[in-house]
């Protein structure tokens, strides 16, 4: 049974998913103009902060708030605050990929208790309490059975643009895709993490995120039976920004490699 905050959480995401996927349809449309989609999407990404500002702090006056576009605001209550990203995979969306999510997680005295990424253009939300499991459109998810690094694939971010570590990224890949079944790349850290849960990815690391980027996720995988740590092992991977997800199984072995260049 979801709590209460919970509900106001997945009506938030659902709201600003249907703006959002309205939006998404005109974006197909002003590929092929000169000017591109860019203002358009910037627009769409700033209503949909604003449609879910609305419906959480409504709902919940006095909980704080970190948001992707208008930044953090102290509140009443200093123990909760909602973590949020309007559209993680701008540059996705911003291209016409059908790849991207709403994430809204809150934090309650440091840590994510529960969390919701809905990912519009599927029609799938994934949706987890701290203690109680995750879901997927209200199917149990349990992160992959995969022992073995040769039959496993895993996802990251590589940076783009002169954002990030590209170097110690490219030294990741070049030890780790010799010795997997491949690595993806498919630019939304959210998703990226809730495939970890619904053991479509078998792990995860990225070097350089914002918490609004992997705040539920975090929450999803472990409540899914994985593995969330900092790269490096002392690491908040909230804090850091730097993180490593997997299967139990897999998470020393991957880690390994992982944590040579740290």
């Known amino acids: 049974m979801a709590s209460a905050n919970l509900n106001i959480m997945i009506k938030a995401a659902r709201k600003a998913g249907?703006?959002?996927?309205?939006?998404?349809?005109?974006?197909?449309?002003?590929q092929v103009s000169i000017k591109g989609a860019g203002d358009f999407v910037t627009r769409a990404d700033r209503e949909a902060e604003r449609i879910i500002k609305e419906e959480l702090r409504g709902a919940r006056p006095?909980?704080?708030w970190l948001g992707e576009e208008t930044g953090e605001e102290a509140g009443e209550d200093p123990t909760r605050r909602w973590i949020v990203d309007p559209l993680d995979g701008t540059t996705n969306f911003?291209?016409?990929?059908?790849?991207?999510?709403?994430?809204?997680?809150?934090?309650?005295?440091?840590?994510?208790?529960?969390?919701?990424i809905f990912d519009a253009a599927k029609d799938e939300i994934y949706t987890?309490?701290?203690?109680?499991?995750?879901?997927?459109?209200?199917?149990?998810?349990?992160?992959?059975?995969?022992?073995?690094?040769?039959?496993?694939?895993?996802?990251?971010?590589?940076?783009?643009a002169g954002h990030g570590p590209l170097p110690a990224a490219l030294?990741?890949?070049a030890q780790l895709m010799p010795v997997?079944?491949?690595?993806?790349?498919?630019?939304?850290?959210?998703?990226?993490?809730?495939?970890?849960?619904?053991g479509r990815f078998d792990g995860y690391w990225e070097?350089?995120?914002k918490s609004w980027d992997v705040a539920a996720g975090i929450l999803m995988v472990r409540?899914?039976?994985?593995?969330?740590?900092?790269?490096?092992?002392?690491?908040?991977?909230?804090?850091?920004?730097?993180?490593?997800?997997?299967?139990?199984?897999?998470m020393e072995p991957f880690a390994k490699i992982i944590r040579a260049r740290d």
């Open 62 to 64: 006095s909980y704080g």
């Open 18 to 30: 249907r703006s959002l996927v309205k939006d998404f349809r005109e974006v197909e449309n002003l």
């Open 223 to 250: 409540e899914a039976g994985g593995f969330v740590h900092g790269i490096r092992e002392n690491d908040d991977p909230l804090e850091s920004g730097r993180l490593i997800a997997a299967n139990p199984q897999l």
């Open 180 to 198: 997997t079944a491949g690595v993806r790349r498919f630019g939304a850290a959210s998703l990226d993490l809730a495939y970890v849960a619904a």
């Open 171 to 173: 030294q990741d890949l």
């Open 94 to 116: 911003l291209h016409g990929l059908p790849h991207w999510a709403v994430s809204i997680a809150l934090e309650h005295k440091g840590d994510i208790v529960a969390a919701v």
């Open 207 to 209: 070097r350089g995120v």
């Open 128 to 160: 987890a309490e701290k203690g109680s499991g995750a879901f997927m459109n209200d199917q149990r998810l349990r992160v992959s059975g995969r022992t073995r690094l040769g039959e496993s694939v895993f996802a990251t971010g590589i940076p783009f």
